[in-house]
């Protein structure tokens, strides 16, 4: 069975205090992995999509790398915007899988 | 362009009714998801229609939930004799097509039922 566990749960950071939230993952025949960014009372927002071993994708303060068992959401110098929950996922021969998302909040 | 939409986007109901969710998918789009978000949980897969082919309703938890889509765009999300833990976020997503695995969200249906 597909599966998805996210780490840390939730993560307080300063403003400008650069961290990264992992996401491991167990699929048969990965056809992708995601990450979601989800602000409370909304629907889940596209980041990224990753689909091979070595994969980098970037926009602005984000970085999202892939490995054959995990993939890391890095953030650079984060702002207080970028509070919010991210959602990792990751599609197998069956269905898109979630994992419980990292609920980060960024101190100013 | 115009993303998904869904309505209601928030729906106050009393324990054994029928309630209705709709979506529209981004246009152009074939294949339309439907998830649920309850509080504290991942998002869990409901149905999921692909062009004219049959739905794969492997994710429904019970016979009181139904979905149809019409013209291979709008879809409807009906749960029947509405009980408590029904209660959630009801999220519909849709993608270009089977090849395309990217699929993109709407702002969701908050559902209570008293």
């Known amino acids: 069975e597909d599966q998805v566990t996210q780490s840390p749960e939730a993560l307080r950071l300063q403003e400008g205090e650069s961290s990264s939230l992992n996401c491991s993952y167990t699929?048969?025949?990965?056809?992708?992995l995601f990450w979601y960014r989800q602000d409370p009372g909304k629907g889940p927002e596209f980041l990224f999509t990753?689909?091979?071993a070595g994969e980098e994708k970037e926009k602005e303060r984000l970085k999202a790398t892939l490995t054959k068992k995990e993939s890391f959401l890095h953030i650079t110098a984060p702002k207080p915007e970028d509070s919010a929950t991210y959602l990792c996922?990751?599609?197998?021969?069956?269905?898109?899988?979630f994992g419980q998302g990292t609920r980060l909040t960024i101190n100013p | 362009g115009a993303g998904v939409s869904q309505s209601p986007s928030n729906k106050v109901t009393e324990k054994g009714k029928d309630v209705e969710l709709r979506c529209d998918p981004i246009?152009?789009?074939?294949?339309l998801y439907w998830y649920r978000q309850s509080l504290g949980q991942g998002l869990e897969f409901l149905i999921y229609?692909?062009?004219?082919?049959?739905?794969?309703k492997s994710g429904l938890p019970s016979d009181r939930f139904s979905a149809e889509r019409t013209g291979g765009s709008v879809s409807t999300l009906t749960i029947q004799r509405t009980q408590q833990e029904d209660s959630a976020v009801y999220l519909c997503?849709?993608?270009?097509?089977?090849?395309?695995?990217?699929?993109?969200f709407g702002p969701g249906t908050r559902l209570l039922v008293l």
């Open positions: 699929v048969s025949g990965l056809r992708g």
């Open positions: 229609f692909q062009g004219n082919s049959a739905p794969d």
């Open positions: 246009s152009g789009h074939t294949a």
């Open positions: 997503a849709s993608k270009t097509g089977a090849r395309e695995e990217t699929q993109y």
């Open positions: 996922a990751v599609q197998g021969a069956q269905k898109l899988v």
């Open positions: 990753l689909y091979s």
